[in-house]
């Protein structure tokens, strides 16, 4: 599997490079967001690893960007920007993922496995799941209800899919931030709080029937009521 990682401290890129390498990764670096875009489009990534703050193109704007060019690769952001507000920025521009800094190698490579994982996963899954007047294309990237397009950010998708594969069960908080978020950090609460809000905005606001409910001191549940 061939990863762009987009970094410019020399020492690193080393490091990551090396570590990556021996775990039998193939590795492209590029030192600045401008160098990376031009990559990103032309060549085809299974992962891209970015720090925020680079030359060029700093790493949100250019995951922004890839995003709107139809780059539908995971990306995991490093940077040493890691509150709750902090990450719903780099969330919000289409980010996977989000490892602050400093970090162990071995929960880098932890992140890295289960991105590539949950990617290979949705490419050989049904392309199209459904609940109510809801449709999500696994695909294309599509989100409808009642035909209407919903736009949402990479990390809304994956919260959604989340829900779509868990229909009618009780999930909580805990299931999310390990399997969307990959972590288990009761800080990680009010991140899953404002991006549950950000759905029922875009999948609720509107209809007749809300689909995403709380249960009380249980977690959430999608059901038509």
């Known amino acids: ?12 890129v080393q490091s990551l490079k090396q570590g990556l390498e021996e775990n039998n990764y193939e590795v ?6 401008t160098i990376a875009k031009q990559l990103a489009l032309r060549n085809n990534y ?15 704007e250019l995951c922004k960007q890839l995003r ?20 719903l920025v780099g969330f919000d521009a289409g980010a996977d993922d989000y490892l602050g800094k400093p970090f162990d190698f071995k ?16 490419q050989i899954e049904a392309q199209v799941l459904k609940f109510a007047d809801l449709e999500m294309d696994l695909i294309s990237k599509l989100v409808t209800r009642s035909g209407q397009s919903i736009n ?11 829900f779509l594969r868990n229909q009618e069960m009780v999930i909580s908080k805990a299931q999310i931030a390990e399997n969307i978020w990959e972590v288990e950090d009761e800080n990680s609460s009010n991140l899953i709080e404002v991006y549950v809000n950000y759905l029922r905005k875009k ?10 409910h709380t249960q009380f001191g249980r977690g959430y549940i999608l059901k038509n009521e």
Do not use: C, H
């Open 152 to 162: 949402l950010t990479s990390k809304e998708f994956q919260l959604l899919e989340y």
């Open 107 to 122: 929960e880098f490579l932890a992140r890295i496995k289960a991105l590539l994982k949950r990617s290979s996963q949705t």
């Open 46 to 60: 299974s992962l891209i690893v970015s720090d925020i703050i680079i030359p060029g193109i700093n790493g949100i």
């Open 68 to 87: 709107a060019e139809g780059i539908q690769t995971p990306i995991l952001m490093l940077t040493a920007l890691s509150t709750t507000d902090d990450k």
């Open 28 to 33: 492209e670096v590029a030192y600045d967001g």
């Open 203 to 212: 999948v609720d606001k509107g209809f007749a029937s809300k689909l995403i």
């Open 1 to 12: 599997m061939k990863i762009l990682l987009i970094e410019d401290e020399p020492k690193t």
